[in-house]
C-alpha cells in the first residue's frame, strides 16, 4: 500500500505522473496513437476527408453553429474510428481464433462508425440543401 494515498500503487508507473508532466506525456500517447491510425486505410481516408470538409465547413455554415456542426460531424467520425480501431487492435492482442464475443465487439464498433458516418452525412445534406435552396 502507498501510504500516502491508501490506495494500491500501480504496476503502471505512468500512472504516477502528475501536473503538467502528466499532460505533455498524454499528448506524445495521443501522437503517438493518431501515427499508428493513419497506418489504418478507414482512418486515413476520414482523415483526408477532413482536410476537404472542416475548410468547407467555413462556407457552407451560415452561423458558428452551424460552422461547429459540420465540422464536429466530420471530427465525431474520426474520433469514432479511432475507437473502433482501438477494439480492433485489443480483439486481435488476444488472439487470432474465432470467437463470438470477439466477432460481436467488432461489428459494435463498426456499427458506431457507420451510423457516425450516416449522421455526418445527414448533417451535410440538409446544409448543402439548404444552403442551395437559399441561393
Same mark, same amino acid.
Given at each position: &500500500?502507498?501510504? $500516502?494515498?491508501?490506495?494500491? &500503487?500501480?504496476?503502471?508507473?505512468?500512472?504516477?505522473?502528475?501536473?503538467?508532466?502528466? !499532460?505533455?506525456h @498524454?499528448?506524445?500517447?495521443?501522437?503517438?496513437?493518431? *501515427?499508428?491510425? %493513419?497506418?489504418? *486505410?478507414?482512418?486515413?481516408?476520414?482523415?483526408?476527408?477532413? #482536410? /476537404?470538409?472542416?475548410?468547407?465547413?467555413?462556407? !457552407? =455554415?451560415?452561423? %458558428?453553429?452551424?460552422?461547429? +456542426? +459540420? @465540422?464536429?460531424?466530420? !471530427?465525431? /467520425? &474520426?474520433? /469514432?474510428? +479511432?475507437?473502433?480501431?482501438?477494439?480492433?487492435?485489443?480483439?486481435?492482442? #488476444?488472439?487470432?481464433? %474465432? $470467437?463470438?464475443? @470477439?466477432?460481436?465487439? *467488432?461489428?459494435? =464498433?463498426? @456499427?458506431?462508425?457507420? +451510423?457516425?458516418?450516416?449522421?455526418? &452525412?445527414? /448533417? %451535410?445534406?440538409?446544409?448543402?440543401y439548404?444552403?442551395? #435552396?437559399?441561393?
Amino acid at each position: &500500500m502507498n501510504s $500516502h494515498y491508501s490506495q494500491p &500503487m500501480s504496476a503502471n508507473p505512468q500512472k504516477h505522473r502528475t501536473g503538467l508532466n502528466r !499532460v505533455w506525456h @498524454a499528448f506524445g500517447y495521443s501522437l503517438s496513437g493518431l *501515427k499508428a491510425a %493513419w497506418f489504418e *486505410k478507414a482512418f486515413r481516408q476520414e482523415a483526408i476527408g477532413a #482536410i /476537404v470538409l472542416i475548410p468547407l465547413a467555413f462556407y !457552407v =455554415g451560415k452561423t %458558428w453553429l452551424e460552422t461547429a +456542426l +459540420l @465540422a464536429g460531424t466530420v !471530427v465525431l /467520425v &474520426m474520433v /469514432v474510428e +479511432l475507437l473502433n480501431t482501438g477494439i480492433e487492435s485489443a480483439i486481435d492482442r #488476444i488472439g487470432p481464433e %474465432w $470467437h463470438e464475443l @470477439a466477432k460481436r465487439a *467488432k461489428d459494435t =464498433g463498426s @456499427a458506431a462508425v457507420l +451510423l457516425s458516418l450516416l449522421l455526418c &452525412m445527414a /448533417v %451535410w445534406a440538409a446544409a448543402l440543401y439548404t444552403k442551395i #435552396i437559399s441561393a
